[in-house]
T-cell receptor, first 115, second 113 residues
């Protein structure tokens, strides 16, 4: 399995509080991604990163921010959590070669509940 | 938009070959096709990737016709442990931006004894 971990694995928080999820990789892959998965919606891309300090928005980026200060870490922050952000969050990584990215490897997921 | 269409669900029996087809009419010249498998409470897992004709690995085969507007994932001799959701993706983040990572709802494959 690819060296990718997520922390925390489970979190319960209250509406209006800030939350940060961490994704850590040991593969030195350039690309990193944050998804959320909800029943009936499948996986949806929140943000992605294509290098240190290089990030871009995905399909459902509103209410989320990201940061990548080191190759190995990609942080997802909910500035003020809302109940609609209750979800399972997956981080993924992929390497890039000659202008193309290859298959993604996913972390174990973080189950976030906002009460 | 890299839209793909897959059946919502499929049923089969242990020992059978299962074929899941994905339609992608607007595939671009430089797009690869990638399939993932997801079990409950786990992240998706890469199965196979291809560009044209046929690709085979230890777990599956991928058939892509000449026009590349569809692809078929073939799982030989399935077992109960193949019950999962299967996703077809076209393109990647470099060629299509975020559109290249549209997983959709996938195909829920159920294998019965």
């Amino acid at each position: 399995d690819a060296g990718i971990t997520q922390s925390p694995r489970h979190k319960v928080t209250e509406t209006g509080t800030p939350v940060t999820l961490r994704c850590h990789q040991t593969e030195n892959h350039r690309y990193m991604y944050w998804y959320r998965q909800d029943p009936g919606h499948g996986l949806r891309l929140i943000h992605y990163s294509y290098g240190v300090k290089d990030t871009d928005k995905g399909e459902v980026s509103d209410g989320y921010s990201v940061s990548r200060s080191k190759t190995e870490d990609f942080l997802l922050t909910l500035e003020s959590a809302t109940s609609s952000q209750t979800s399972v969050y997956f981080c993924a990584i992929s390497h890039e070669h000659q202008g193309m990215t290859y298959e993604q490897y996913f972390g174990p997921g973080t189950r976030l509940t906002v009460t | 938009l890299a839209k793909t269409t897959q059946p919502i669900s499929m049923d089969s029996y242990e020992g059978q070959e299962v074929n899941i087809t994905c339609s992608h009419n607007n595939i671009a010249t430089n797009d690869y096709i990638t399939w993932y498998q997801q079990f409950p409470s786990q992240g998706p897992r890469f199965i196979i990737q291809g560009y044209k004709t046929k690709v085979t690995n230890e777990v599956a085969s991928l058939f892509i016709p000449a026009d590349r507007k569809s692809s078929t994932l073939s799982l030989p001799r399935v077992s109960l442990s193949d019950t999962a959701v299967y996703y077809c993706l076209v393109g990647d983040i470099v060629s299509r931006g975020a559109d290249g990572l549209t997983f959709g709802k996938g195909t829920h494959l159920i294998i019965q004894p």
